[in-house]
C-alpha cells in the first residue's frame, strides 16, 4: 500500500515478542483510527480555540476571587496521568527496543511499523495522541487555583495537541521516538507531581534530574528530525516514510521548546537570587509560589507543564 513498504525485507520479525496481549490491543486496527484522525484532525483547532478562551475568561473570572486548592483533585489527577504515562511506555518500549536492536536507526526513524504492523505499540501511540486533548486540562488547575500562568504551559500544549494530530494522519514514522520519549519523561514527572501532591517531597535533585530528561528529549527530538532529513536525501525517493512539511514543523517545536526550558533551567538552578532560594521544579504552571522550608526540604508545588 505504501511506497516506502517495498525498501522494507518481508521476512523481517518486526514485532517484538509480548508476554501478553490485551483484547483492546488485539482489536486495534490502525486503518479505521487513520481514517477518523485524517477526517477530523482540524477540530483541534476548535479545541485550541476553547483553550485559549478559557485561559482568557477564567483568569478573568478568577480575578477576584479566592482560589481553590483542589488537592485531593489533583492528587487523582497527577496520579491518574502518571499511570497513564507508566502504562504507555511500558507498551511501547520494548517495540522501540526490539527495531534498534533488530533493524538498525534506519528503521526506527523511516518505517512506521510501531502502528502498521504492531498493534500494541499502534494502539498506545493512538491513545498517546488523544491523551494531548484532556491534557489541556491540566491548565484548569492553574486558572482555578490562580498561579501564574507562564508562555511555555501553554504554547506547549498548544502546540503539541496540533502537531501529533496532524503527524497521525501521515503515520510520521519519526514518531515512534517522540512517542516513547514522552510517555518516559511523563512517567518520571508525573509520578513526581503525584507525590508532591500528596504532600511527600522527594530530594530536590529529582527536579533538577526531571528538567535534564526534558531538555535531553528536546535535544534527540531535533537530532531524529536531522536524521530524518539526512536520510530523504541520500535515500531513494518515497523510501523514508516522512513529509518534508513535517520535519520542518517538528524541528521548530523541539528547538522552541529546547529554548524555552533552558531558560527556565537556567532562571531555576544556575541564576543568582535576590533573597529568594532557587526554584527546584522542573517547568510548572501551577508552582510559581515563594518556597518554604518542610523539615529541611523547600515545599515543592505541584504543577503541570509536560513534556511532548
Avoid at 64 to 71: A, I, K, T
Avoid at 141 to 150: A, M, S, T
Avoid at 264 to 286: C, D, R
Wanted: proline share 5%; aromatic share 18%.
Amino acid at each position: 500500500m505504501e511506497a516506502y513498504s517495498a525498501a522494507v525485507p518481508s521476512n523481517l520479525d518486526i514485532t517484538p515478542n509480548y508476554s501478553y496481549i490485551f483484547d483492546f490491543e488485539n482489536h486495534f486496527i490502525h486503518h479505521n483510527y487513520r481514517k477518523w484522525m485524517t477526517e477530523n484532525w482540524t477540530v483541534a483547532f476548535y479545541y485550541v480555540g476553547i483553550y485559549m478562551a478559557f485561559i482568557f475568561f477564567g483568569q478573568l473570572y478568577m480575578q477576584n476571587r479566592p482560589r481553590f486548592e483542589l488537592r485531593r483533585t489533583l492528587i487523582v489527577w497527577n496520579s491518574l496521568l502518571a499511570a497513564f504515562s507508566i502504562m504507555g511506555a511500558c507498551r511501547t518500549l520494548p517495540e522501540f527496543i526490539h527495531v534498534l536492536r533488530n533493524h538498525g536507526i534506519y528503521h526506527s526513524v523511516c518505517v512506521p511499523s510501531f502502528i502498521e504492523q504492531d498493534k500494541v505499540s499502534g494502539f498506545w501511540t493512538w491513545m498517546f495522541v488523544l491523551s494531548k486533548l484532556p491534557e489541556l486540562g491540566d491548565t484548569v488547575f492553574i486558572v482555578l487555583r490562580k498561579k501564574p500562568l507562564i508562555f511555555l504551559h501553554w504554547y506547549h500544549h498548544i502546540t503539541v495537541l496540533l502537531y501529533t494530530w496532524y503527524s497521525f494522519t501521515e503515520y510520521t514514522s519519526s514518531a515512534r521516538w517522540f512517542v516513547v520519549m514522552n510517555y518516559c519523561v511523563h512517567s518520571v514527572m508525573y509520578s513526581y507531581y503525584a507525590l508532591v501532591s500528596m504532600g511527600r517531597y522527594p530530594p530536590k535533585a529529582l527536579a533538577m534530574t526531571i528538567t535534564v530528561l526534558q531538555l535531553t528529549q528536546m535535544i534527540v527530538g531535533c537530532a531524529i528530525n536531522i536524521w530524518a532529513h539526512n536520510y530523504m536525501t541520500t535515500t531513494p525517493s518515497h523510501t523514508c516514510h516522512i513529509s518534508q512539511i513535517n520535519i520542518k514543523l517538528s524541528m521548530a517545536m523541539y528547538f522552541s521548546y529546547f529554548v524555552l526550558f533552558a531558560q527556565f533551567f537556567y532562571k531555576a538552578y544556575l541564576s543568582p537570587k535576590k533573597g529568594k532560594k532557587a526554584k527546584v521544579e522542573p517547568p510548572s504552571p501551577t508552582k510559581h509560589e515563594p518556597i518554604k522550608n518542610y523539615n529541611g526540604y523547600p515545599r515543592q508545588r505541584n504543577g503541570l507543564v509536560s513534556t511532548h
